[in-house]
């Protein structure tokens, strides 16, 4: 088995809250989808309640709007994860010890580093998908046993929309995972420095921001970070990426670049011994 696969498997296995939240999420799918089906009123309650309200029912817009709305659940709830694995996977480590027997391994800082990065920025999205698709196919059942295509989800009567919008969301979740990579880098810095990196880093905004408001009289730097950290939930709510990208300077993306480059660079450093501080840190 190639390292970086069993790596993958390790951080799997060690993490397990990264599946456990989603089938969770996915069972009380189930308890609801059970709900449908077991509904024999269901399609004339959905039908009624829409000519009540005056709507023809390829007028509404619902149908695009909960494929939207799913990507953007599973998507939170992935990055949510995300947030929950990166700051503790190296700590995690250097807290058990494991950490001097992964050196000590023909495993280099590099790629200890790259398979936390995928795990976080890849994997977990990948396992959160399981709930886009599960949905699709769901609602597709829903209209194969009832005895008329239910109109709310008349998109949603082909495997073939599972299957793209499914590829869909992955795409999307892809570039979350480019715009979250130097936030990744610098809290994986910040978690072999610290025992809250979450906590530091929210405060450290926020105090830089009113500094910079309060003694230099200018919102640049609380621009800088409402640009940056808005930039994941950007991509993952908004549909048109052009305008998306708009939304963040050329400037503020390059030093958001350049910050993330060097933070992984300093986490290589760090990870490689086991006295870690901000002084040992500067000292290099």
Known sequence: MHASVYMLEKEWIEHKVVTRIPLFVLACMLVLFIGLLSNGNLQSNLSFEM??????????????????????????????LSTL?????????????????????????LKTHGVK???GLLVIPVVCSVLVIASDVMFWLVNMVTDDAIPLLFHQRSLLFAVTHWLSYLGQMLLVAVALLPLACIT?????????????MFIGVYALKWLSLGLFGTEVVGDFFHQVLGLPLNILMDANLSEVMTQISTVNALIYIVLGVVSFMLSLMCYQTDDVSWRTLLQR
């Open 85 to 109: 694995y990166i700051p503790k996977t190296l700590r995690k480590e250097r807290q058990e010890g494991s950490s001097m027997f992964w050196r000590s391994m023909p495993v280099s800082n």
């Open 51 to 80: 000519s009540y309200s005056g709507f023809e029912p390829l007028d509404l817009q619902f149908v695009d709007q909960f494929s939207s709305f799913m990507i953007v659940v599973a998507g939170a709830l992935s990055i949510l």
């Open 117 to 119: 990065l995928a795990f």
């Open 188 to 200: 994986l810095l910040l978690s072999q420095l610290v025992n809250s990196p979450i906590l530091v």
